[in-house]
């Protein structure tokens, strides 16, 4: 029987909601000790990625967002049977726990930001003409233009990403007043300076989204995009050592989890 | 069941089109099989020689912004400079590669170039 796997969650009780997943199957919890993994069975393998399969997924993660703490994995992610399921809980049981009490109470929230990549750059060299040449014009042969050019280049970049790393830090500094944790990517495109994830508090998501908000009313010249709360899917970490613990390690965390399976009684289940 | 967490945008269409843009320019494996083995090896390989011409102009243009070098020198490398261009032109064309396919996407470390 194949299981698709929507979460891992910090408790091992069943879900008292009915909640219905991929095929329209019920979705339930595989206890392991006092963790949980969130299924549902399912029959054929998905073809490829459908945005009524991916919403379906998201809906089931966000809706036991709302009573557990939830580790949300990827989506099309299937488990061939329970015992392997089992298994691989088993492997990442630490990595498990740390991640549900770090993630407790803690949502993930989007936020992009579009600038005009040709208008800054425009400017770059209109300051940069300014400031005069910084190699000389004379005795110009082949090479030394190719330079040149090149070194003209080099410095409108540097400027550019210069530019782009002081308005990051501006708007970074407001947002992580009320972030736990965040993920910053710079300039993906020439257009896409920021493209960032934070990590807030339940209890502070809309000082957050206020300070959006004022980001937003401050830089008017740039396009917004906010988005969330989502259940942290950029804040999951696992650790190298998963999976690959020594032989010593995994008979005493075995030991462990067996001891726990049997005082929550997920044997019978 | 609908998901319930929120976009919020003014500009919907430009951010779709940097996004996809973004995911074009970063490949997340060669593609080798059977059929195109040769042309995925030869990306493989011009990717990791393309990030060292590139690290090599960039430290040449650093010399420059210093002014560590002397006029034959600049002579010397932009003629080094231009060769290796040239070479890697001519090698992007036999295996019809473009520009941004020479990337590779190192997971959380984002991409190689």
């Known amino acids: 029987m194949k299981l698709y796997l929507y979460g891992i969650i910090n408790s091992s009780d069943q879900i008292k909601e009915s909640i219905y997943g991929l095929e329209g199957s019920g979705v339930y919890n595989i206890p392991l000790c006092d963790i949980g993994a969130v299924v549902s069975e399912i029959s054929q393998p998905i073809r490829g990625v459908t945005k009524g399969a991916v919403l379906e997924h998201e809906a089931v993660v966000e809706k036991l967002m709302e009573n557990f703490t939830i580790l949300p994995v990827r989506f099309q992610t299937i488990i061939d049977g329970r015992d392997n399921l089992l298994s691989m809980m088993q492997s990442y049981y630490k990595d498990f726990k740390d991640n549900l009490e770090r993630l407790h109470n803690k949502l993930e929230f989007g936020i992009k930001v579009i600038w005009p990549a040709d208008k800054v750059k425009e400017n770059i060299i209109k300051a940069l003409k300014k400031g005069g040449q910084r190699m000389p014009e004379s005795d110009s042969s082949v090479s030394k233009r190719f330079i040149k050019e090149k070194f003209e280049k080099y410095e409108i970049d540097k400027e550019f990403e210069a530019k782009a790393d002081r308005f990051i830090k501006v708007m970074d500094i407001f947002f992580s007043k009320f972030a736990a944790e965040k993920k910053l990517g710079k300039l993906k495109t020439e257009n896409l300076l920021l493209d960032a994830v934070y990590l807030v508090e339940k209890d502070r998501q809309n000082d957050f989204r206020e300070a959006f908000e004022h980001i937003k009313n401050a830089h008017t010249g740039l396009k917004y995009l906010f988005s969330g709360p989502w259940p942290p899917y950029n804040f999951v970490v696992l650790s190298k050592k998963s999976g690959l613990l020594r032989d010593s390690e995994q008979a005493d965390l075995f030991d462990k989890v067996t001891q726990c399976q049997t005082l929550v009684g997920a044997d019978s289940i | ?113």
């Open chain 2, 1 to 113: 069941m609908i998901a319930s967490g929120i976009v919020e945008t003014d500009s919907p269409e430009e951010f779709i089109e940097e996004i996809e843009k973004s995911q074009d320019v970063l490949p997340r494996k060669i593609d080798a099989n059977p059929k195109n083995v040769e042309k995925g090896l030869a990306k493989l390989v011009l990717t990791l020689i393309e990030l060292i011409r590139k690290l090599l102009e960039k430290q040449a243009m650093r010399r420059v912004e210093a002014g560590s070098l002397s006029e034959d020198e600049i002579e010397r490398v932009g003629e080094t400079l231009i060769k290796l261009e040239n070479k890697m032109n001519e090698l992007k064309q036999i295996f019809g590669l473009k520009d941004e396919e020479l990337n590779l996407n190192l997971g959380p470390l984002g991409e190689l170039m």
